[in-house]
């Protein structure tokens, strides 16, 4: 009875430490957000979750290990299926938040355990459990406002009256807030600066740098940026990626840019 007691706590040990090696089989995250304008705008259809057309804004795709040389762990752990209970206080945060617009309708829950079964597994330890791994999605996604950082992007335009001439001139300039300021103050000229919108999803098409730009200002670190392709053949942005550290509570600038294919100016479509 007593040597089954040490076979018995010794298997306890041996899976103890084989969750913590896989804990530390990866070197950063990649925390993916999707536009769902541009999911739903592409030769594939969408179905809006059954709680309803989720709102315009970028929605979890998924925290996701990687390593440095490009490689990544899956599917760690079959014996790990997503338990609904353990996550059910975060539901109605995961259904605004995280919502799957594939088809057909679900209430996400597929989703979320495939996410939890491919990505969440390689990172399992005692931190992030099944709870814990999706709540440091939904932190980061609070922490990583992507729609407002594209809206404050700083595109504006100035109206300025040139005083050194009888005819007042006005001129038309659309640039980059501080580039703006500077201009204006070079020239002399007295300039009435208003802002229009920024970076927005209005179908308009944006340049690829200044999106990129809007959010490092926004977050601090440089985003990578996934376009996919609508049926009119433009490109458009899609997903964007940025770095979290091991914790899955920090970002990081990326050890590796995702590299995925973009035009220079893309579309920000509607939703
Ligand atoms: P896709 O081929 O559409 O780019 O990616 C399909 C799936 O493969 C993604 O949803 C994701 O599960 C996985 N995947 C693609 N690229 C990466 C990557 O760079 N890192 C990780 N960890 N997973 C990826
Ligand atoms: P990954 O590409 O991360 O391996 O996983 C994507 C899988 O989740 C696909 O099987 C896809 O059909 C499903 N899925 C469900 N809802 C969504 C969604 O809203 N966006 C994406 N990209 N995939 C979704």
């Not at 617009?101 to 996400?108: A, E, I, V």
């Not at 204006?184 to 802002?195: E, I, N, P, V």
């Not at 670190?221 to 053949?233: A, L, Q, R, V």
């Amino acid at each position: 009875m007593r040597l089954n007691f040490s076979i018995f706590i010794k298997l306890l040990m041996i899976q103890y430490l084989s969750v913590l090696c896989v804990s530390e089989d990866f070197d950063f995250f990649y925390f993916v957000q999707q536009w769902p304008g541009a999911y739903c705008d592409t030769k594939h259809s969408c179905c809006y979750p059954r709680t309803g057309k989720p709102a315009a804004d970028f929605g979890i795709h998924g925290l996701w290990p990687q390593n440095k040389d490009g490689s990544y762990p899956q599917n760690c752990n079959p014996d790990s299926a997503l338990d609904e209970d353990q996550i059910s206080d975060l539901t109605s945060s995961l259904q605004k938040d995280w919502p799957s617009l594939s088809c057909p309708s679900s209430t996400g829950f597929r989703f979320w355990s495939h996410e939890w079964e491919k990505h969440g597994t390689c990172a399992e330890s005692e931190e992030i459990d099944q709870h814990g791994y999706f709540e440091a999605a939904l932190k980061l996604k609070e922490k990583a406002n992507l729609l407002q950082a594209l809206r404050n992007a700083g595109v504006c335009v100035c109206v300025c009256v040139c005083v050194d001439s009888q005819l007042f001139t006005f001129l038309f300039h659309v640039l980059i807030k501080e580039a703006l300021i500077r201009y204006c103050l070079l020239t002399k000229m007295s300039c009435s600066a208003k802002y229009v919108a920024g970076i927005q999803p209005d179908d308009g098409f944006y340049d690829l740098g200044s999106i990129k730009e809007a959010i490092k200002d926004a977050t601090g670190f440089t985003p990578g940026i996934e376009c996919n392709i609508d049926p009119s053949k433009n490109s458009q942005i899609y997903q964007v990626f940025m770095c979290v550290d091991i914790s899955g509570s920090e970002f990081i600038e990326c050890p590796v840019v995702p590299k995925r294919r973009c035009a220079s100016k893309v579309q920000f479509p509607k939703f």
